[in-house]
């Protein structure tokens, strides 16, 4: 039975609560939250019968905690996870692993040196359209892959800590597109370009908007045109995807079908297909999604003893991209990585 305590109990702590409630090989021992009131209200609304802490180190004193869920903001992250790790726990934490790519590489070295286990939610990887999107293209119909765009627009009004940060949009946002096209094209980058901005009626402190444009290390080219303070005309929270190959082209308007065409004539592909044509992909069939399957992914591996997907060495690379897009912004220019 894990003995589960969840540290930060904001709305994103629902998510977590709901999926582990569904498991019968574990209990949630702890609530964790340095507003005492918002964690009694959180164990109230969920059911929960669990103490409440006020801190992590608290909690671990009851001796019978092994796992611990991670939904603070960014900048608690290194905190939480360390002393959970050096405590003997494993840890399941919310994205990006930390505030900074010093402190995600020191997390890392901690689960390493402790021998317990860190994997971070990054929930988009377990959307269906995604995952055909994946299958779809690895069996390469439409041959090589030169260009994944993605278009995201939203104007979301958070009044919390998002509001203050200096790169609310790629600090917080991004990592999913980011780590989405890693997931679909089995690549990492290395290299990045963003311009990032604020437009003159946004309402966040930092940087709302941004345009990246990736090298990745096939040479396809991956750009990302973002903004948390969309005058209109907005996307799905999955953002609006275009991937462009040799004989064609997959588009997704990441709420509706994933949909694509080939292209007409001998040098484009098949002859034989009308390039107005459009053809539609199923989406995979999943018993869950989002943040319930990478949840349970989360899960199988520590009974396993395996690493999942979302194993904290794997989604430094998506960690990496943030932050050298970061500091793209800062130096204009492009930036290895």
Known sequence: MHKIAIVGCGAMSD??????????DCQIVA???????????????????CEVYTSLADALKR?????????????????????????????????????S????????QCSDETGKEYFVMQNRRYLPALFAMKNFLQTRPLGDIGQISINFRKNPHFNN????????LISE???????????????NAKSVFCHEFNPSWSWYKGNASAICVFEMDDGSVFDYRGTWCSSGLNTSWE????????????????????IYNVNKGKEGGNPDDDSSKTCTIEPAVMA????????SDMFHAINQGVRPPTDCRDNINSVKMVYAAIESAKQRKVMAI
Do not use: Q
């Open 15 to 24: 998510e977590w609560i709901m999926a582990a409630k569904k498991r019968t």
């Open 31 to 49: 609530l964790v939250d340095i507003n005492a009131d918002m964690a009694k209200r959180k164990r109230e609304g969920n059911g929960l019968t």
């Open 63 to 99: 001796g019978d905690v092994h796992l611990v869920f991670d939904i603070t903001p960014p900048n608690i992250h290194f905190a939480t996870v360390t002393t959970a790790l050096k405590a003997g726990c494993h840890v399941f934490g919310e994205k990006p692993i930390a505030d």
């Open 101 to 108: 790519l010093e402190n995600a590489r020191k997390m890392i």
């Open 161 to 168: 800590y998002r509001d203050v940060m200096d790169n609310p």
């Open 173 to 187: 946002m991004s990592i999913h597109a980011f780590d989405a096209v890693r997931f679909v094209l089995g690549r």
């Open 239 to 258: 953002s609006e995807w275009y991937v462009s190959c040799e004989k064609g082209t997959v588009y997704w308007d990441g709420a509706g079908a994933l």
């Open 288 to 295: 869950e999604i989002e943040h319930e399957a990478c949840i």
